[in-house]
């Protein structure tokens, strides 16, 4: 299994940049897909982005694309998401997860077995 805890989150001013981590532990993280997603109360969790095991296959949500990068340093054992021209709806909790038996990415979270507890993120306008 594989431990994951986010960190990064906070509050900013629409237009800002947030760059989150995802420290992981545990078995190999470099054996796992890896994927970001956020959920607000009442909503369902929504993938935003998600990773191959060595990076070379990312995946986006139509809501994030062209603003959000999703990147990996297998060596440090973290995943990161760079978030850029933030939008007040963008506020929501941002969880990591990790995707054993991964051949592509996807942003289904079914997909994923391990997840970290979340980082918020508040965007005011």
């Known amino acids: 299994q594989v431990h994951l805890v986010e960190s990064g989150g906070g509050s900013l001013q629409a237009g800002g940049s947030l760059r989150l981590s995802c420290a992981a532990s545990?078995?190999?993280?470099?054996?796992?897909?890896m994927g970001w997603f956020r959920q607000v109360p009442g909503k369902e969790r929504e993938g935003l982005a998600g990773?191959?095991?060595?990076?070379?296959?990312?995946v986006y949500a139509d809501s994030v694309k062209g603003r959000f990068t999703i990147s990996r340093d297998n060596a440090k054992n973290t995943v990161y998401l760079q978030m850029n021209s933030l939008k007040p709806e963008d506020t929501a909790m941002y969880y990591c997860?990790?995707?054993?038996?991964?051949?592509?990415?996807?942003?289904?979270?079914?997909?994923?077995?391990?997840w970290g507890q979340g980082t918020q993120v508040t965007v005011s306008s």
């Open positions: 997860a990790a995707h054993d038996r991964c051949y592509v990415p996807v942003l289904s979270p079914t997909a994923y077995s391990y």
């Open positions: 545990g078995d190999n993280p470099s054996w796992y897909c």
């Open positions: 990773i191959s095991t060595a990076g070379g296959r990312t």
